[in-house]
């Protein structure tokens, strides 16, 4: 009566859709939004995550904050560029461009 070993996978890549006749395939349509809102709750969480741990790395640094939180900040800020359900009105694609972050010593 144990659990029973093994792992379990899940589909994780985007349905076969055709943006040229959305409403072609109403299944493929359903699935394809399905996807992208679970893209979008996956990157709201990933940039929640990342706040709490910019909030730990204030409180632990004090002063030094600046210098020893930026890395965590900058990967925070990135992580929040575009992610949201739009409530400005804004396409995500306005959002501004993503930016690779630059180690800089």
């Not at 299944?27 to 979008?40: G, N, P, Q, S, T």
Request: glycine fraction near 8%; charged fraction near 35%.
């Amino acid at each position: 009566m144990g659990r029973k070993k093994g792992t379990v996978e899940f589909d994780e890549s985007p349905p076969d859709f055709d943006h040229d006749n959305p409403y072609g395939d109403p299944v493929a349509f359903l699935e394809m939004r399905e996807h992208i809102v679970r893209e979008k709750w996956i990157d709201i969480e990933k940039a929640k995550i990342l706040r709490e741990k910019v909030k730990w790395c204030y409180r632990v640094e004090g002063v030094n904050h600046l210098q020893k939180c930026r890395h965590l900040v900058r990967q925070y800020l990135e992580s929040t560029r575009g992610v949201g359900w739009g409530k400005d009105g804004r396409h995500p694609s306005l959002h501004g461009p993503r930016v690779e972050a630059v180690e800089s010593e």
